[in-house]
Structures are given as C-alpha cells and as structure tokens.
C-alpha cells in the first residue's frame, strides 16, 4: 500500500509535469497560430517562425526535468518533510511553467507577426523571449536545489 508521504509526492510530480506541459502546449499553439498567418505573407521565413514556435515548448520539458531532480526521494521511505518539498516544488514549478510558456508563446507570436510583414525582429524577438524563460529556468534550479536539501 502507498504510503500518504509518497503520495503526496506524487501528486507535486504530476503537477510538475502537468502544469508545465499544459503550458507548453498553450504557448506553442499561441506561437503555431500567428506563424500560420505569417507564412501566407512571407513564405521564406519559415525556419525563423519554426523556431520562434518551439521556444515555449521548452518549459514543459523543464516539468519534465523537474521529475529526475527529485525522483530519488520517491521511494517508501519518503518523510513527510521530503514529501512536502516534492510537493512545492511540483507546483511552484508546475506554475511558473504554465504561466511563462504562456506568456513566452505571446512574445514569440507578436515577433513572428513582425516577421512576416518584413520587419527584421528575429534578433529582438528572441531577446525579448528569453526574459519569460529565465523564469522558467529560476523554477528549475530552485526545485534542484529544494531536492538537495531534502535528500
């Protein structure tokens, strides 16, 4: 039987992932979206819109990462003080992730809109993009370091 410490963990890891994912998935499309529009005026900034499109996608596997940071504590054995890390961890990064990809997503499409109307915004853009993700990559670290403290 499954102890309530683990599963409390468990429920923080999902959220993780989940949250993280979700996220990714919202930018992405957010981003995907606008790129669709672009392309009908500039077909030959394809490789910049695609790669303008993924960038928020990158903090689901940050969710993801999140798992291996604090798996070793996922055993029977788990304290409730352990738990209760993986626990916060799981949302606060879960959270950040779901927001910043969102918001990421935003900032990407405005620039690929930009893009195909001629306008020279990649380097900007990307600029501009990496401040949502640096939150996502502060989330990332503080869950690294949380599991370090509780192990």
């Known amino acids: 039987m499954i102890s309530a410490n ?33 392309y009908k005026k500039n077909t030959s900034a394809f ?4 790669m303008l499109t993924a960038l928020p996608g990158t903090q689901g596997l940050y969710g993801f990462a999140g798992y291996f940071l604090v798996s070793s504590l ?5 304290t409730a003080i352990q738990a209760a ?7 606060a990064l879960g959270l950040v992730g779901l927001f910043s990809s969102i ?3 935003q900032v990407c499409a405005n620039g690929i809109v930009s893009i195909g109307q001629g306008v020279s915004a990649t380097g900007i853009t990307l600029t501009l993009a990496v401040f949502p ?9 503080a869950t690294f370091m949380i599991g370090g403290a509780v192990a």
């Open 47 to 50: 490789g910049t819109y695609i």
């Open 85 to 91: 890390a993986v626990l916060g961890s799981g949302i």
């Open 133 to 141: 993700e640096l939150y996502a990559i502060v989330a990332l670290a």
């Open 103 to 105: 918001r990421q997503g």
């Open 6 to 38: 683990l599963l409390l963990a468990y429920v923080g890891v999902a959220l993780m992932i989940a949250l993280a994912g979700i996220g990714s998935a919202y930018g992405v499309t957010i981003a995907g979206n606008a790129a669709i529009g672009a």
């Open 74 to 78: 996922l055993t029977p054995e788990i």
